[in-house]
């Protein structure tokens, strides 16, 4: 994404995880869309979600979710507050299908990361 935006001549640069925190004060929003948006108010979205609105809470920045209607739920979150749907491949993130650390490590791969409502501004839908 970074690529075609900047090829759009969209001034880009893409931040690690790890930095986030250190950037956020440059920030003035922070927009992230949902995979599905909670009775409760919150949402799960893709991993690092959480750790980007956690940064711009601390700094006073807005986070907007863009998504459409159809991600609403009735469902409230009472028994995955801070835990992921879905995992990924562990090899992904770290790979050592041939080292020394197979049957040693468990890697958890998350899809998607549950970002409270106290983080969160404002939604945007379709409608």
Not at 11 to 31: C, G
Not at 52 to 67: G, I, K, N, Q, R
Not at 71 to 90: E, I, Q, R, S, V
Request: proline share 5%; glycine share 8%; net charge negative.
């Amino acid at each position: 994404m970074a690529k075609s935006l900047s090829s759009a001549g969209v001034s880009t640069f893409l931040v690690p995880d790890s930095s986030i925190f250190a950037l956020m004060s440059r920030v003035n929003k922070v927009i992230l869309g949902a995979h599905v948006i909670l009775a409760n108010g919150g949402m799960f979205a893709i991993a690092g979600s959480q750790i980007a609105a956690a940064a711009a809470m601390a700094h006073s920045t807005p986070v907007v979710v863009c998504t459409g209607q159809f991600k609403l739920t009735p469902l409230w979150n009472l028994y995955h507050a801070y835990d992921a749907l879905d995992f990924g491949n562990p090899s992904d993130v770290l790979g050592f299908e041939e080292g020394h650390l197979v049957g040693k490590v468990d890697v958890l791969n998350p899809y998607y990361d549950y970002v409270g409502p106290e983080l969160i501004a404002a939604y945007i839908t379709n409608e």
